[in-house]
């Protein structure tokens, strides 16, 4: 079974990309996670964990809730992270989990994928470096779904000594200080759905008079910037000349060659007329 959690649509994709090709079925987290549901999860098939990567790892109330939830059924766990360029110490905190569960580790893998941290100080990628990224994440997937299906072992990447000295003090300390919500708003197109506090992975969001009021919980995830249907969700002044992510608005430029997801949904909707 593939368990996943994702902000703004980059880890869904390729969890869904990996049951399709391994034939296995996606459980999207965000409602256990959400609701701190720890009832236990059964696969007869191997575990494959997928996240994305925050501050060199996978982010800290993902794997909180990983190392808590019950997991029965098959002993083999995979993990997949993706990042928008380095996953940090992810496979060495992914290895303690396996151990910490007792569950057979099979090896971890990094994929590249767009960049959805858009009020971080980095430059946003041109289309062109987009597509790039998603086109190459596809093949990796297929290699990474090949082996899944023969239960082969992954090559996880080495990790060195200094990544883990500097990112395990590191991390807390960004998330304590830069992660702040107060910076959040909205404009006059929000419309009041509630979107935004239904995709918190914290609970951060709550809707007050039709608007959402931010908390002081918040892990800078994305996702209520990146799933507003109006657009209507700003940080200070920084998403006015940035934008926002979200996977959705650039799926179009995979076809049915390289993604099989996007394969069968053409495929069912040719279909169903
Ligand atoms: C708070 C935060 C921190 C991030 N830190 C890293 C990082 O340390 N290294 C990296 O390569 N990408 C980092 N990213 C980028 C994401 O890991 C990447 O864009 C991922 O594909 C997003 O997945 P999602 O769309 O499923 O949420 C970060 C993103 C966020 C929101
Ligand atoms: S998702 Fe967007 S439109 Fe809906 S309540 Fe939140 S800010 Fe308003
Ligand atoms: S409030 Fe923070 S944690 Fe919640 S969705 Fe927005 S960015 Fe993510």
């Given at each position: 079974m593939i368990l996943y959690f994702s902000a703004t649509g980059n880890t869904e994709f390729l969890a869904k990309e990996i049951a399709e090709k391994t034939g296995d079925e996606c459980l999207n987290l965000l409602e256990r996670i959400k609701n701190k549901d720890y009832s236990e999860i059964r696969s007869d098939k191997p575990f494959v964990i997928c996240a994305p990567v925050y501050v060199c790892e996978m982010p800290r109330f993902f794997s909180n809730y990983i190392k808590k939830v019950p997991l029965k059924g098959s002993r083999d766990v995979y993990f997949i992270v993706n990042s928008a360029g380095y996953g940090g110490i992810s496979g060495y905190l992914a290895k303690k989990i396996a151990r910490h569960k007792k569950l057979c580790f099979k090896g971890y893998n990094e994929i590249v994928m767009p960049r959805n941290y858009f009020i971080s100080h980095y430059p946003v990628q041109t289309k062109d470096e987009i597509k790039e990224r998603l086109v190459n994440a596809c093949e990796k997937v297929n290699e990474i779904a090949d082996k899944i299906k023969k239960g082969e072992k992954l090559q996880s990447r080495y990790i060195f000594l200094f990544e883990k000295i500097i990112t395990i003090p590191f991390n807390p300390v960004w998330s304590k200080?830069?992660?702040?919500?107060?910076d959040f708003f909205t404009t006059?197109?929000?419309?009041?759905?509630g979107k935004c506090a239904r995709v918190c992975p914290l609970n951060n969001i709550i809707i007050k008079d039709k608007k959402p009021v931010w908390g002081d919980?918040?892990?800078?995830?994305?996702a209520c910037i990146g799933n507003c249907p109006k657009d209507a969700v700003f940080y200070g002044t920084v998403t006015r000349e940035k934008g926002k992510y979200n996977f959705n608005d650039y799926k179009y430029m995979l076809n049915e060659k390289t993604s099989s997801a996007v394969k069968n949904k053409d495929h069912q909707r040719r279909k169903n007329g």
């Open positions: 200080y830069k992660m702040k919500a107060k006059d197109s929000c419309i009041g759905c919980n918040c892990t800078h995830c994305m």
